[in-house]
């Protein structure tokens, strides 16, 4: 099993910025996948950004150039700073694990994001 907390969320102004955090412990396996996904009220949930073990970030083309996702291995911390926040950015964000061992993924319990316009 796998347990994810998240923290950072928050109300902030179009524009401002907000850092997100994600911890894993349990069971880790090092080759791993870990990102964040946003659910909107009325909207699927939807992947925001991701990042392996060894580094390789992908990302929505609706965040790109504003969030930067990174991680610390020795922590099983991963992070997302968002910059230039929008009112669509508002959303429910969860942080998600996953590894080649098992299937399916882990989810955290979610962390309120809003952005006052």
């Known amino acids: 099993q796998v347990q994810l907390v998240e923290s950072g969320g928050g109300l902030e102004q179009a524009g401002g910025s907000l850092r997100l955090s994600c911890t894993a412990s349990?069971?880790?396996?090092?080759?791993?996948?870990m990102g964040w996904y946003r659910q909107a009220p009325g909207k699927q949930r939807e992947l925001v950004a991701g990042?392996?073990?060894?580094?390789?970030?992908n990302y929505a083309d609706s965040v790109k150039g504003r969030f930067t996702i990174s991680r610390d291995n020795a922590k099983n911390t991963v992070y997302l700073q968002m910059n230039s926040l929008k009112p669509e950015d508002a959303a429910v964000y969860y942080c998600?694990?996953?590894?080649?061992?098992?299937?399916?993924?882990?989810w955290g319990q979610g962390t309120q994001v809003t952005v006052s316009s």
């Open positions: 349990g069971r880790i396996f090092s080759s791993n996948a």
């Open positions: 998600n694990y996953a590894d080649s061992r098992r299937a399916g993924a882990y």
């Open positions: 990042i392996t073990s060894g580094g390789t970030t």
